[in-house]
Structure formats: C-alpha cells, structure tokens
C-alpha cells in the first residue's frame, strides 16, 4: 500500500510538475485583489524578473511579473491574453538580489525567481506602497534574449511606399515648375 | 438657410490636413532614431512604414487638393477637429506594427489617448515594449499637449490670418505673441525649457535611487514628458508605483502641476509679471478646489483608515488627488485600489477634481480652472443682484492675465462647454453601468476619459467592449478639443448631406 502511493506521488509529480512545484505560490493579481486578506501575512509568489533592480544602500527594488506575458511575452510570439501585465514591487536584500542577472524586457526574458515574504497592503516603511518584504528570492530558471527574426515584409512595405512618395514628389516638382513657367509667360 | 460646403472648401480642408499628417510624420524620426540607437530593428521598420505612409498621403493632398486660398474659422475648426481624427489613423500605425494590439481600435484608442494627453492605454504587456515605441508613446503625449495643430503652425504654416483660426480651433484662445506662429514657437520654447531643466532633475534623482544611468536617462525624459503634459504615461505597467521613490513623486507633482497652469500665464511670468501668479483666477480656482477636494479626501480616508501618517496620506492620497486634478493620471497606487482601498467618499474626491481638471489653454482637461471661476463669480454675482436694489446694477469682473468684465456672451459660451463636458461624462458613465460595471468604476473611468485624465478604476482595459472603446475615443477627442470644433465638424457634414448649393466657386 505504502508503494502504490509513492508510485502515485511519483507519478502525479511527472504529470502536473508545475501545479506541484507551485502549490504554495499565489497568483499577484489574486493578492492584489485581496489586499485586506493577504495584508502582513507571508506569500510567495512566482514570475519574470522586469525592468530594473534598483539598490539602495544595503537593499533594493525588483519588480516581479507573473502575468501570462511573464511565461509566453508578445515580443516571443505569445498569444494576446486581453490584459495589461500584472507585478508587484519586492524590497530585498543586496544579496538576495545577486542571483537575478538577467530582466525582462524588449529584448529580453528575464530570469524566473519564487520571493517568500511578507505582503503589504500599504507598507510603513515605505509610504503606504504595496509590496512584499521578501525573506528569500530563489532563481528558479535562467533568463534568455528574445530570438527575433527580422521582419522583411515591412522593409518592403516601407520601401514601396517611398516608391510612390517619390513619384509623387516628383510629380509635384513638375506642377510647381510648370505654374512657374505659365506664370513668367 | 445652411449651404453646402463647395469642392474648394473641401479641398482647402484637406490641404490643412495633409501639412498635420506631414507635421505627425516628422515627430516620428525621434523615435526611429531612438529605436536605431537601441538596434531594435523590427522597431525601426514599424517607424519607417509610419513616416512613408504619412509622407505619401501628404504628397497625395498636395497634388490633388493645394489651394492658395487662406482658411476661414469654420475651415480652421474642421483641420482640427478631422486632423485629429486623421493624425490619430497614421500615428497608430507603428503601434499596431509593433505586435502589442490585438486590433487598430486599440491601437487608436491608444493614440488618442497619447495626443490627448489622457494616459488609458489598451496596450498588452507594456513591460516587454521596444524604447523606439516607448518613446513614441511620450513623445505623442507632449506634442499633444502643446496641440498637434501647433506643431504644424510652428513648422509648417506660413504667417497668415487662417493660422490664428487653426490656432484657436484646439481650444486654444490666448495669443502670447502678436503673432500666432511666433506665439507657437513661444509654446515650444517654454516645454523645451522644461523638458531639459525637468529631466535633467529626474535623471540625478533616479540615478541616487539605484536605475542605471542609461535606462535613468529614458525614463527621465519619459516621464518628465508624461507629467508635464499631465498625460500620465509612464514605461512600466506599475506606472509611478514602479520607482518606489519619494523624489520622483515629488518632481513629477511638481512637473504636472505646473504643467497644467495656463501658457499664458507661463509667458507672463517669464516676461517678469509674477504678481500674475497670485491675482489669476485660473491659480484661485485651482487652489480653492485643490483645498476642496483635498479635505474630501481626508474625511474618506479618515473613514477606511489605511493610509495613516501623513507621509502616506501626501504619496497615496494627494499625490493621486493632484495628478487627477491636474488631469495627468500618474499613479502610484494599483488602478483596483481606487475601488478597493480608497473608499466611497475618496473615490468620489478624485472624480469631483478630475471632473473640474486644470487650467484652460494649457496641456490639461476637464472643465477648467477659467471656466469654474466664471461660472462661481457668475453665481456669486446673480445672488449679490438678489439681495440688492432693484434700480443697481451688479457687474462681475475677472482677472485673467488682463482684467475681463463678464458679460452674456462669456457666460453663455462657459455654461455650453460645461454642459456638454457633464454631459459625455454622464453618457460615458450610463454606458458602464449598461455594460454591467459597478456605478463608481463607470462613472470614475468616465469622467477620467472626457477630462483627459487617465487614471483608471481597472475598467479601462484590452478586453472592455468595443462600443465602449468607441465612446471613450470620442470623449478623449470631443473633450480635448473643447467640443467648438466638434460641433463645427458635425456642422460641416449635416452641411454637406443637408445644405443648399450656392453660386460660389
């Protein structure tokens, strides 16, 4: 019996990985949603590292998404969710904050980190900003640039359509000095 | 007897239309070079498809429809009203380019919003946006401040009678200068001012707050541009909550509130008429609904009780407070919060002090400033004639700039332009309740659009009805321009369908 679920843990594991791995991981726009209930209390969450990390002093600033562009962003053929990205601010320790060298961006992916800590509704110490004071920051997996392939068509596009405002000019060019001439006769 | 407009006027109209689109397709070498630097190649086609096109249909119009004829008021007031509408259809193209908009709807809506110098945007996952596209987006919002038609006029337009009426067609009524394109470039010369002196603080303090010193230099100029044409973009989606920084809420307060005082009132300060600061009844106004709203704010959060010192009461309430007041829409809060933490009463200050809005002939929305002390000295003045002898006469005088006796015809065009601007934010807040939103989130998101504002009870968003984008559209254009040339756009089309021929050629 005790085999048959370790052979079940086991496999449930292999078949769900993320909804295991992530099981204590809240979702930032249900915190957000929620503030009152989650208010003080420890959270983790997990996402795309973005932006910038802003270190002041002995701490710093990330930004931590975990929107559905934080998996799959446009800029790397993602599908169009209908909503805007979803973060929070997370104030940690320089040394928390080592680890994360990669942030997301235009060109890039940013590294995926898990934050524990705890979440506040309008933090004290900070101006009443919502955030998360975090107790650790874990990297979970590397970020990467963006593979990007270089769009053609719109090169042609662009190029046709100064073909034309060529033409035009040209035949603009050709009024004015044919006005010109009817003018001085 | 209304006549219909001839092949000439039209031509004329579009004339002046094609000079903004050129004007649009100029601006847009700024954020090709911007994307060039930063090799985002795919970026620097979206520009190039965006400058051709505009270049093409510029030289379209000018050898299908140039006119030597100069323009007339209501051929102004249709440049700008259509020029608008037009310029917004050729600046959504590097947008929908860039792949963030699932439809050009949005993607106008975005532009609007940018010229507008509102801040909504339908834009999906702004976090991984190109800088060459960032920088067209606060590029658009602080040419639209200064008004896209004065763009045009500081470039574009020689020195002649039609300018000054494309001029006043913005909502723009107050010459500077003695001439409108040197009154223009006047315009130009005071933002340019502060766009250096302002950015430059920006960048210094992001820097101290740990942004490296290449991305600071972006974002300082982004934001700067953002606040002072009180448009509120900023480049991250957690808007001014991103930098979690005291200084930087502090210079952009300071940049949007100065940002939302008239032009005219920027000249005359800085041609050394200072008392002008203390005697203008746009400052008073300001001021006595800035003390007004900030005290309904107090009693709001006094009830929900979260924010309690009054540090966080400066950065969460009057921060947000101000950046509606001054119809920008920076803010350093969740858009939910509104809804959620602010409370009903907090909720409604920030829709009262949007609803009111900045200073007119400045970069700012709403009602404003001048039009709510005409409307008070008004009321002020029919009671004092209530309560005196028949046989006096009370006269009610202003100080705007110059002293200004108030007659009918002021009061009588400051009560149109207060109704209709109550009446979109009414229709736009019936419309979100129609579509199933709660009545504060409707009416909050609403008024936000017609003021110009942009800050957002979450209901803006990529997935809201297609109608209600539509609306919004119109609110952020109908109410930017002051509705004068809307109604002389609707004019000229019932003109066109309805209207007699005349003999004129």
Known sequence: MRKLLIALTILFLLIFPQVSLASDTIPIKRIISNMKEYDGKIVTVEGEAIGDKMIRGSYGWITVNDDPYSIKSLEEGGKFKGLSNMGIGVWAPVEELEDITILGGYKNKGDKIRVRGYFHRACHEHGGDTDIHAISIEKIKDGHPFSKPFEFWKLALSLILFGFALLLWKTLNIKKSKAKGAKKE | ?505
Request: hydrophobic content about 50%; charged content about 15%.
């Open chain 2, 1 to 505: 007897m209304i006549l219909k407009p001839t092949r000439e006027d039209l031509k004329l109209i579009a004339w002046g239309i094609g000079r903004v689109i050129l004007g649009i397709g100029l601006i847009m070498i700024i954020p090709l070079v911007v994307a060039l630097v930063s090799t985002e190649w795919n970026t620097v086609l979206d520009f190039l498809v965006g400058i051709s096109s505009c270049v093409l249909f510029w030289l379209i119009i000018e050898n299908t429809c140039y006119q030597k004829k100069d323009l007339s008021w209501s051929h102004g007031l249709v440049v700008a009203s259509a020029g608008w509408l037009i310029a917004m259809l050729f600046g959504a193209i590097p947008h929908f380019l860039s792949g963030h908009f699932k439809a050009y709807l949005d993607a106008c809506f975005d532009l609007m919003s940018g010229y507008t110098t509102t801040g909504l945007f339908l834009l999906q996952d702004l976090d991984h946006v190109s800088h060459g596209l960032n920088m067209w987006r606060h590029l658009l919002t602080y040419a639209g401040g200064q008004g896209i038609i004065v763009i045009a006029l500081t470039f574009l337009f020689a020195g002649s009678s039609g300018a000054f009426k494309l001029y006043a067609s913005e909502g723009k009524e107050e010459k500077l200068l003695p001439n409108v394109i040197r009154t223009a470039r006047a315009i130009w010369m005071i933002s340019l001012t502060y766009l250096v002196v302002g950015s430059i603080a920006l960048w210094i303090s992001l820097s101290c707050e740990g942004m490296p010193a290449g991305r600071g230099f972006l974002h300082s100029i982004w934001l700067f541009m953002g606040a002072w044409s009180t448009g509120g973009f900023a480049p991250q989606s957690l808007n001014l909550l991103y930098y979690h920084s005291l200084i930087i809420e502090l210079i952009t307060l300071v940049i949007f509130v100065i940002g939302s005082f008239n032009f005219a009132l920027h000249y005359a300060v800085w041609t050394g008429k200072r008392s002008e600061i203390y005697r203008n009844i746009e400052i008073k106004s300001f001021v006595t609904t800035s003390l007004i709203t900030t005290v309904i704010l107090s009693i709001g959060f006094s009830k929900v009780g979260l924010y309690t010192s009054l540090g966080e009461f400066f950065r969460k309430g009057f921060y947000n407070l101000m950046s509606g007041h001054t119809t920008t829409g920076n803010q350093s809060i969740y858009s939910i919060s509104f809804q959620h933490e602010f409370g009903f009463i907090a909720m409604w200050a920030v829709i009262l002090a949007m609803a009111i809005g900045a200073s007119a002939c400045s970069t700012g929305g709403g009602f404003k400033g001048l039009r709510m002390g005409i409307f008070s000295k008004y009321l002020w003045g029919e009671i004092k004639q209530l309560v005196s002898p028949e046989s006096s006469l009370q006269k009610v005088k202003i100080h705007h700039v110059r002293d200004i006796w108030l007659d009918d015809e002021i009061v009588k065009g400051t009560m149109l332009v207060l109704i209709s601007y109550v009446s979109i934010y009414f229709i736009g807040g019936l419309l979100g309740i129609i579509y199933g939103y709660q009545p504060s989130v409707a009416f909050f998101d609403a008024v936000s659009a017609g003021s110009n504002t942009g800050l957002s009870a979450s209901l803006t968003s990529p997935s809201m009805p297609s109608l209600l984008k539509v609306y919004y559209i119109f609110e952020l254009w109908a109410g930017r321009l002051e509705f004068m040339s809307v109604f002389a756009l609707f004019g000229m089309i019932i003109a066109s369908i309805k209207g007699r021929r005349t003999g004129r050629k």
